[in-house]
């Protein structure tokens, strides 16, 4: 499962295609691509998300964090 088992990555934004994702390190075979926004920040196509997925998937929606 090319290690991503245990793998997070946090979205940023996301457009038709695409999730704009936060990742601490770049793996290959993801299939997202390096974006002149940062150097952790990638493009992820929502196709390899639905491609990829698993009864293992999950999501988090964070909507408010108080300091």
């Known amino acids: 499962m090319f290690g991503l088992l245990d ?26 691509e390096r974006t002149n926004l940062g150097e952790f920040v990638f493009k992820l196509p929502k196709q390899k998300v639905k491609e990829r997925w698993t009864r293992f998937g999950r999501v988090w929606n964070v909507d408010n964090i108080i300091n």
Do not use: A, K, R
């Open 7 to 32: 793998h997070v990555m946090f979205v940023y934004g996301y457009d038709n295609n695409n999730l704009y994702v936060f990742d601490t390190h770049f793996v290959e075979g993801i299939g997202y």
